[in-house]
């Protein structure tokens, strides 16, 4: 059934052709196995259909792994996300596909998009939220779910909730990995490929457990620890506002920004964008483990490299999963949590998948892709329960 899981059609594929500027956009529903869908909107020159088709399923894997009980979904634009239509570009997409983000999709922000600026164009059409279709799924009604959903607003370990969850996730999978190798926090060392609001919040959160970040990439630059000073990283994110890495003083050096691959350290965080690591590359990272933040980060070819090489590759659709878990830790309770509660169901229910994933992978000497669509493939699906939370008995 992994397989299956893997090479199935999706159920629904809605195309855009805008009106004004005829770019192309994508809906992508991969399954319409539960009540729910869930996945991000994103604005990328050159994206394709077959790319929204492949992210869609990567989001079902996600809700599978993580026990929620949703099907996956994606959707974006081909559009430059510089340019100074975005907004508009946006408007009109949403607009778009305005009566499944109303009962069935749970909309996310993704590569070049803030749940901000999607909920503020959702509300000019009439949509009180992105993901109002949580509220029907679970039974809330309006000013329940609005009472939640606006905890993540709420400040959780130096920022929003909003801005940190998947970084948290993303961080609490490097920590799961590095306790496997048996390598202490202090003595860890990371280096993170991406500075935007995944790759420094992931940088951030490892930072502040202790963990010893030794390289930065952001999509101009490299910077390089030296002289074995990890950077601070509490310093680089108060200076950026803008998702590049700024140039402070220092005992660090700035690269090229493919230099981030020649980092040897403990774990490579490859955060930015898909197809980050390849066959040409995947033979010279000199790492133990690779979590991927990103979606498909690591071409099959390059996790086949890493395997046989004896390196660690977290599946993306794991490592990368801290969004998903942290709306089932924010709306899953029967009581209102706390933005820390939810960041603590993000932590432990990440830890538990990795542990699970990779002894799974160990016993049956398999790679942990592998282990991981072994472990999707036995979920089983519960089509008419609620997606979040304990299952009601």
């Not at 509490?234 to 690269?255: E, V, W």
């Amino acid at each position: 059934m992994a397989t299956g899981i893997q090479n199935k059609e999706p159920e629904l594929i809605v195309e855009y052709t805008d009106p004004l500027e005829g770019f192309k956009g994508w809906l992508v529903i991969d399954a319409l196995s539960h009540k729910l869908c869930a996945g991000g909107l994103r604005v990328q020159r050159g994206l394709t259909r077959d790319c929204v088709v492949d992210l869609a399923r990567n989001m079902t894997l996600k809700m599978r792994i993580a026990g929620i009980r949703a099907d996956g979904a994606k959707c974006g634009i081909d559009y430059d996300p510089h340019s100074p239509g975005k907004r508009k570009a946006l408007y009109r997409f949403i607009r778009s596909i305005r009566p499944y983000i109303l009962e069935h999709y749970s909309v996310g922000p993704d590569l070049n998009t803030k749940l901000e600026e999607l909920d503020n164009i959702a509300r000019e059409l009439g949509i009180p939220s992105v993901k109002i279709a949580v509220a029907k799924a679970q039974g809330f009604d309006l000013p329940d779910f609005m009472k939640r959903y606006e905890m993540l607003a709420n400040l959780a370990n130096d920022f929003t909730l909003s801005k940190v969850r998947s970084g948290f996730g993303l961080a609490s999978a490097c920590l799961a990995v590095l306790e496997f190798l048996k390598i202490s926090q202090q003595e860890a060392t990371v280096a993170v490929q991406g500075f935007g609001e995944l790759g420094s919040s992931a940088a951030y959160c490892l930072y502040k457990s202790g963990v010893n970040i030794v390289g930065l990439a952001d999509e101009e630059k490299c910077l390089i620890s030296t002289n074995e000073h990890r950077l601070d990283i509490k310093s680089l994110m108060k200076a950026s506002n803008s998702g590049l890495i700024p140039k402070l003083q220092g005992k660090h050096r700035y690269l090229d920004r493919s230099h981030i691959y020649n980092v040897k350290c403990d774990v490579l965080i490859p955060a930015a964008i898909e197809n980050a690591i390849v066959a040409d590359n995947a033979g010279t990272i000199s790492v133990k483990a690779v979590v991927p933040g990103a979606n498909l980060a690591i071409t099959k070819e390059g996790e086949r490299i890493f395997h046989d090489r004896g390196i660690i590759a977290i599946p993306d659709f794991i490592a990368g999963c801290g969004g998903s878990l942290s709306m089932d830790g924010l709306f899953g309770p029967r009581l209102h949590p706390s933005a820390q509660d939810v960041l603590d169901h993000v932590g432990k229910r990440m830890r538990i998948i990795v542990k699970r994933v990779l002894e799974r992978s160990q016993k049956d000497g398999i790679p942990p892709r592998e282990a991981a669509l072994n472990l999707c493939s036995e979920a089983p699906i519960y089509p008419e329960e609620k997606p979040y939370g304990p299952l009601d008995k």
